[in-house]
C-alpha cells in the first residue's frame, strides 16, 4: 500500500508542477507580448515626436526672444538654455541633432531668436556669433505685392518698381516653382496681374547680408508659405476647391475680416453664397481690379472689367488680391455655419450678416447712414 500510495503522490506531484510549468510559460508569453507591444508603441510615438521636435516651435511666430549663452556653455548648457527660453522644442533632441551632422563652435553672447526659426538657422546663428539680425522686415497680413515692395524698398538699396521687376519675371518665377511645390501653374495665366500675388507670406523676416538680393527676399517669403501651408495640405486636397483657389479664398478673407471670428463667419457667407451661384461682390477685389485705393466704391469702380471684380465675375477671382494670416486659411477650411448670404460692415467696423436682401437693405438703412 505504501508503494501504491508514494507512487500516486509522485503522479499527482507531476501533475501539479505541469500546470504550474503551463501557467509559468503562459504568463512569461503574455509579458513578451506586452513588452513588445509596449517597444512597438514607444517606437512609433518616439518617431513622431521627434520627428515634431526637429521643427520650428511656431513656424508663424515673429517674437522675439533674447537669450544669454554664457562663455564656456558647452553643448549641453545651451540646448537647455534654448528650450527653457522656447527657442527649441526639446534640449535631448537637440544634442542628437548637433552630434548627428557634426555642429560644434558655438559662440558666447546674447541671441535674439523667434519661434519660427529652423534648427539649421539656430545652429548657424550661434556658430557665427551673431547676436542680432543685421535687418528685420515685418509684413503686416492683408498686403498685395505692390504694397509689401514699398516695405522692402524703404529698408533695402533697391527701388520699388526694381522689386516688382523680379516678382514679374517669368524666368525666375519658373526657377521658384521648380523648387517650391505651393506655387501652380495657375499663377502664369495671362490674366494675373502679379504671378506671386498671394504666395509672399505675412511675418517678420531676418536678414544678416547687408545687401541681401531680391532675389533671395522673394525665396524666402515664398519658402515661408510653404513652411506654413504644408500642414494643411491633406484638408486643402480634400476640399472642393484648389490649393491656388484656396489661397485667393484666404485672402478675400482677410481683406473682410479683422479678427479670428470674423474670419470663419465670413468665410461662411463666402460658402453660402458661392454655393446658391450668387457673386461674391466683395469690395476688395474691386479695389485690386481698378488699382487704387478706394475710400468709397462707387457705381463705376463695380462695372470695371476684370477676372479679379466680384461684382461682374461669378466665384472666386483668378488669384490672390493679397496676402494672408494662417487664421484665414484656417477660417476657408474650417468656415462657421451659418444661413447668412450678406454682410456689412458699419462706421465703426462691427459686421451685420442677413439672411436675405430685404434684411441687408435694412442693415444699410440702420448702420451706414
Known sequence: M????SKGEFVDNLIATNEEASKVRKIVSLVILAIVLIIGISGIAGYF?????LKPVDPTSDKKITVEIPLGSSSSTIANILEEN???????IYLFYIKVNNESNFQAG???????????????SLQKGKTTALYTVTIPEGLNIDQIAEIYAKNFNFSKEEFLQVANDKDFIVKLMEKYSILPKDILKDEIISPLEGYLFAATYRYDEEKPSIQSIIEKM??????????????IEKSEFSLHEVLTFASLVEKEASNDEQRKEIAGVFYNRLKKGMRLE????????????????????????SPYNTY???????????????????????????????FL????????????????????KKYLK
Open 345 to 364: 460692415h458699419d462706421r465703426k467696423g462691427k459686421i451685420h450678416y442677413a439672411k436675405t436682401y430685404d434684411e441687408h437693405n435694412e442693415n444699410r
Open 282 to 305: 466683395t469690395d476688395p477685389t474691386v479695389a485690386y481690379a481698378t488699382g487704387e485705393h478706394l475710400e468709397t466704391t462707387l457705381y463705376k469702380h463695380l462695372e470695371v472689367e
Open 222 to 235: 515664398v519658402s515661408q508659405t510653404q513652411d506654413v501651408v504644408s500642414p494643411y495640405m491633406d484638408q
Open 110 to 124: 546674447n541671441y535674439t531668436f523667434t519661434p519660427s526659426m529652423t534648427l539649421d538657422e539656430i545652429t548657424e
Open 86 to 92: 522656447g527657442v527649441i522644442k526639446n534640449a535631448l
Open 312 to 342: 461682374r465675375i461669378k466665384g472666386l477671382p483668378i488669384g490672390p488680391i493679397a496676402n494672408f494670416s494662417k487664421s484665414s486659411l484656417e477660417a476657408v477650411l474650417q468656415p462657421k455655419d451659418s444661413d447668412y448670404l450678406f
Open 49 to 53: 515626436y521627434v520627428k515634431s521636435a
Open 2 to 5: 505504501s508503494k501504491k500510495k
